[in-house]
């Protein structure tokens, strides 16, 4: 079946604009994770939802980031008033269930987000 | 805090030569380790959690809780193992806390 599916791939934004990545689970996945990952360093943990509701967004750096899952299925993670600290890649995982030692979590290909 | 550290951003071997990938990690209370792996152009994936206690492409990898580490080793590095790899505690809010990050160059 079909894997983790990020869009797009890459997004290529100006200082100060406004940017949505998408993110569509494997389906049947609860649970939807969104990391950061910055040049050299591993993946950071940004926001987790279990079906439609953030069951923990404590990874959000400010309020210029927010994301939505409203169907329990595809999320946005929504960027307002980008600045160049925010060039990363952005992944997001799915798992049946939070993840655990007995609920893998499966990566997408990550979106690569560059401000100038 | 709950803390993973590689020490090592580069490990180089020869092929046939054993490896040994640092992690150490920083947690109260009963950890949940894994290593993900990230191979060239893919994306990261899972390679081996504490808790199966399995040989996943010869690696394996033993929870040391005196020593607070979960290092991945493996006998006899293959090219194919030329890679990223990550160590990763699931930390107490159902989310995952990875390290930095090694590279494994296998040589030739």
């Known amino acids: 079946g079909a894997g983790v599916s990020q869009t797009p791939s890459n997004k290529v934004t100006e200082k100060g604009k406004y940017v949505e990545l998408r993110c569509d689970p494997i389906s049947g996945h609860t649970a939807l994770y969104w990391y950061r990952q910055s040049l050299g360093q591993g993946p950071e943990f940004l926001i987790y939802?279990?079906?439609?509701?953030?069951?923990?967004d404590s990874g959000l750096p400010n309020d210029r980031f927010f994301a939505v899952r409203p169907e329990g299925s595809v999320s946005t993670l929504k960027i307002q008033r980008t600045e160049r600290g925010d060039s990363a890649v952005y992944l997001c995982a799915s798992s049946l269930g939070p993840v655990s030692s007995y609920n893998e979590q499966f990566f997408g290909p990550g979106t690569r987000l560059t401000v100038l | 805090a709950q803390r993973v550290t590689q020490p090592e951003k580069l490990l180089s071997v020869f092929k046939g030569a054993p490896v040994e990938l640092k992690c150490n990690y920083s947690?109260?209370?009963?950890?949940?380790l894994f290593w993900y792996v990230q191979y060239s152009r893919q994306r990261l994936q899972l390679l081996l959690r504490?808790?199966s206690r399995e040989s996943i492409k010869g690696f394996t990898a033993d929870l040391n809780k005196g020593e607070t580490s979960f290092h991945l080793k493996k006998p006899f590095a293959q090219e194919e193992d030329s890679a990223m790899y990550y160590c990763a505690l699931k930390s107490s809010g159902n989310k995952l806390v990875f390290g930095a990050g090694t590279i494994l160059r296998v040589k030739s």
């Open positions: 504490h808790i």
């Open positions: 947690y109260s209370g009963s950890p949940e």
């Open positions: 939802f279990q079906g439609t509701g953030a069951a923990d």
